[in-house]
């Protein structure tokens, strides 16, 4: 294969040209859009530098699903069995989307910007018209659309000092999963203590794209101070930090209590919302597999780029969905389903990667130690 044959239905961000600038090797698409995959670095490389400086993210992908309206908190309540009606203007709440069975539609993070306004920042489905779809079945005064909102990450353990240098010491004052606003040439923007990592860092949600290739310049000359470099979600990390990701991890075929979320489904009576009593069932009976780490032996894995069977002796119980050697574990290690009764963590399981060795290993907790 060549690559991705560009056209105009895979959109380009704000900032794609000082991406290419930046010598990017490859592009991903999530949600109809361009997302950098790889620079320069190897990926193991570019962990290390994750994990000690500090990297700016095109991630655009994010695209933001803006709900407003007099029944906007109504709708957003609907779609989530997580319960919304405590979250405050300022608060970033992760939450899944599910429908009528209880199948994940979705796991966007939710900004709510006014008791009448909220942002759901998507992973790579089509939420914008599971909203449109629900608003018009149930006779919303709703206004659901997809705002010229374009993320930029800045990750890693510098991060904090990068932006608090550009944009002023409140920059530390925003706590985990809060958000703030700042000016940027005379605009106000919202900045967000959140991303794709678990080395800590913020997104900027930048409102009007044409000011993208700017902002990238700010942030990029006040980073040279930091060892700033571009970047992506890392495969290492994201394993490692036990982050999920939607159509590898989990599909609609999958419900929250499989990857771990049921801390946000609220199954008694108190709130209604699209799947209630499908979800009621599912935690009443239990499920069936539950997300796990599987840590594995054999030398650097290659790219898992179809399941990889999980066997207990001549029992598969379960599919490896992402796999990447990690050099600080010196072992490779990924994420899969595990069948009740197998998932443990200790318990021994043989992987079967797609060149067609067989390698030893065993379930782990997510995330690895």
Known sequence: MDGLNMSRRIRRTPY???????????????NHMLLPKAFGPTVEEDYWHLREHVQIWDVSVQRQVQIMGPDAAALVQWMTPRNISNAEIGDCFYIPIIDDKGGLINDPV????AEDEFWLSIADSDVLLYAMGLALGR???VEITEPDVNPVAIQGPKAEDLLASLFGKKIRDIRFFKYDWIDFKGTRQLIA????????????YLRGGHLGPALWDSIWE???????????????ERIEGGLLSYGNEFTRDNNPFEIGHGKYC???NSINYVGREALQTIALNG??????????DGGPCPTCSKAWPVMVGKTQVGSITSAIWSPRLKRNVGQSMINRGFWDPGQTVTVHSQEGSVRLGEISALPFA
């Open 110 to 113: 939710m900004l709510k910007l």
């Open 222 to 236: 006040a980073g040279q101070a930091f060892n700033i470099t571009p970047g992506c979600p890392n495969l290492i």
């Open 16 to 30: 794609t040209d000082r991406v290419e600038e930046a010598g990017v090797r490859g592009f991903s698409v999530v």
């Open 266 to 268: 609220t199954i008694d």
């Open 287 to 296: 499920v069936s597999r539950e997300i796990r780490g599987v840590a594995f």
């Open 139 to 141: 006779g919303m005064d």
């Open 193 to 204: 203590r959140s991303g794709y990592s678990r080395q800590g860092g913020f997104e900027i």
